[in-house]
């Protein structure tokens, strides 16, 4: 799957990049500097905005999950499922 907004770019980040970073701006590890660039570009990008709340909603609904509570089955199972996400998206 593409994404349709993949290219754009505001604020200094492309929305690839946005999708990338966003994990570490909901757990509070990026760099203010980076913060404050990733926000800049939600000002401006509808699509990426769209995105940021379906993972923050997502969040909510789901809470956090750590690996240690998972059985090994369904951990594999989550892993061959990213793995195979990541193998389509670069195909």
Not at 60 to 65: A, D, K
Request: hydrophobic fraction near 35%.
């Amino acid at each position: 799957m593409r994404w349709p907004w993949r290219r754009k770019e505001s604020a200094g980040l492309s929305c690839q990049e946005m999708v990338e970073l966003v994990n570490d701006y909901f757990e509070g590890a990026l760099p203010a500097s980076e913060a404050k660039r990733f926000e800049a570009h939600l000002d401006v990008c509808d699509g990426c905005t769209t995105y940021v709340e379906q993972v923050r909603r997502t969040i909510e609904l789901t809470g956090r999950v750590s690996a240690d509570v998972l059985d090994k089955g369904t951990r594999e199972g989550l892993l061959q499922t990213f793995r195979d996400w990541k193998q389509a998206e670069s195909t």
